[in-house]
């Protein structure tokens, strides 16, 4: 391969991973209509890969009722092209002073992804281009700037895998508490059925979530922009 051709492999790249852009913001949870708490997300970008994080406090009756309750999740990672490749995913739910763990180690090498928790550790085979719950999000707003118009793939919980599909959608104004956004929408569907999921990106803020509708027999959970605090 000639020293220009790497070159523009790796100028096309770079462009293709900075389609996403670090930021920070502020997100209102509700459930069926009554808000229950706020969570923080985080994404940091470097010439390593990525660091997203999301932070979830209670509000209202349930911070009454336990104000150390709180919920901490991340993904580390890098990139294959546009395409987030998780390294670990950890999960740790604190409600008062007992703090249960969750961990997701990724190895793609072997193909085989560790889930290990507090007490024991299990192995399962690692499937071509699983996501976790925080870096599937980085993969829907990949779609905006990127050829692809769909992507389908596992995620991996603590409530088991499935296979969902991104699609991109339409663009059209939305409103938010943080204001009024020209937003895409990424429809996502699931191999589970009875779960209907609804996501807006933004279009011109490098992608950032807007709102994220899910749907089940138990109610609908909305999380909606409360505010950018940096980009």
């Not at 150390?68 to 987030?84: A, I, M, Q, W, Y």
Request: charged share 30%; glycine share 6%.
């Amino acid at each position: 391969m000639s020293i220009l051709l790497r070159l523009c492999l790796l100028l096309f790249l770079s462009r293709a991973t900075l389609a996403l852009e670090p930021f920070s913001a502020v997100y209102e949870l509700s459930f069926n209509g009554e808000k229950k708490g706020e969570t923080h997300f985080s994404l940091k970008l470097d010439d390593n890969g990525y660091s997203f994080e999301a932070f979830t406090q209670p509000v209202g009756p349930l911070a009454e009722r336990d104000r150390k309750h709180e919920v901490l999740e991340t993904s580390h990672g890098h990139f294959d092209n546009s395409r987030p490749e998780p390294d670990s995913y950890y999960y740790a739910v604190r409600s008062g002073s007992e703090t249960l763990m969750t961990e997701f180690f990724f190895d793609w090498s072997k193909k085989q992804l560790t889930v290990r928790g507090d007490s024991q550790s299990q192995k399962f085979r690692l499937e071509e281009g699983t996501q976790d719950r925080l870096s599937y999000l980085l993969r829907a707003m990949a779609l905006l700037d990127g050829s692809q118009r769909e992507a389908q793939f596992p995620r991996v919980s603590l409530e088991g895998s499935e296979r969902i599909t991104l699609k991109r959608k339409l663009q059209k104004y939305i409103s938010t508490p943080a204001g009024r956004f020209l937003a895409r929408e990424i429809s996502i569907t699931s191999d589970k059925p009875g779960v209907s999921r609804f996501l807006w990106l933004a279009s011109r803020q490098g992608g950032i979530p807007l709102l994220l509708i899910q749907e089940n027999a138990k109610g609908k959970v909305r999380m909606e922009l409360l505010k950018i605090e940096e980009q």
